[in-house]
């Protein structure tokens, strides 16, 4: 069976023992089975509400500023926005290096560079050195650029309903179990079958928990912060 939509819910019709939908009934559906299409978005839900930054939803996006524009809007599907992975994409026709952008907290840009915004002087335009973020869902830079430069960035996306039969999960195949055991526990509720219902709900949030092990409980190094000093043996171990 195919990993997508008409194929999860399928999944589920077999469990409680349903005809199966087939791509020409699919979207016409009522009753039953549009209850079990809805269980299937709402476990999909419900995993990414469970975290923020699931390595499935990250995306890496590009922006072309825009010379004497100091403000650009969030994507539309953002969740999370990575504001330390803003960097300037090498451009040989424009004349700079990548660079990685420091980051300003929107009180010191408001502090010290928002005339930015409001000078119209080719003078104070330049090649961004930074970025920030504003409270409505916007980023910036400092100084405004004076010319199209190619910045790249990173973010995690809001999960996205399943709509036509054809459509797939962000949520990897491998956990296809896992969004079948939370549209179970849905669909239970739905038929009111509390104890299935609480039994599958105990079983979902323990194979979420799974797959944060998986993928967010990771620790690839610990970084050293201790200070050697040879002249004044000064070591890791303490002073001697």
């Known amino acids: 069976m195919a990993y997508d939509y008409i194929g999860l819910v399928n999944d589920i019709n077999r469990r409680l023992n349903e005809v199966e939908l087939t791509s020409d009934n699919f979207a016409s559906a009522v009753g039953e089975y549009s209850m079990i299409k809805d269980s299937i978005n709402s476990a999909i839900r419900f995993v990414n509400q469970h975290e923020y930054e699931w390595p499935f939803n990250h995306v890496e996006a590009e922006e072309t500023l825009t010379a004497g524009t100091v403000r650009y809007a969030y994507p539309s599907d953002a969740k999370t926005l990575s504001i330390n992975s803003f960097r300037i994409k090498r451009d040989a026709t424009l004349g700079n290096e990548t660079r990685r952008l420091s980051i300003l907290s929107y009180e010191e840009y408001l502090d010290r560079h928002v005339d930015a915004e409001y000078n119209t002087s080719d003078n ?3 090649l961004p050195r930074s970025v920030f973020r504003t409270p409505s869902l916007e980023f910036g830079f400092v100084p405004a650029p004076d010319k199209a430069y190619e910045v790249v960035y990173e973010y995690y996306r809001l999960p996205i309903n ?5 459509d797939v999960p962000t949520v990897p195949e491998q956990f296809r179990h896992i969004l079948v055991d939370g549209a179970m526990h849905y669909a239970y ?10 039994l599958m709900q105990q079983r979902f949030e323990s194979e979420i928990k799974s797959m944060r092990s998986l993928y967010i409980n990771r620790y690839d190094y610990v970084r050293s912060t201790v200070i050697t000093r040879t002249g004044s043996s000064v070591t890791s171990a303490g002073v001697t």
């Open 124 to 126: 104070t335009r330049s």
């Open 162 to 166: 399943l709509f036509n039969p054809t």
């Open 189 to 198: 509720m739905f038929r009111g079958e509390t104890q299935e219902a609480s």
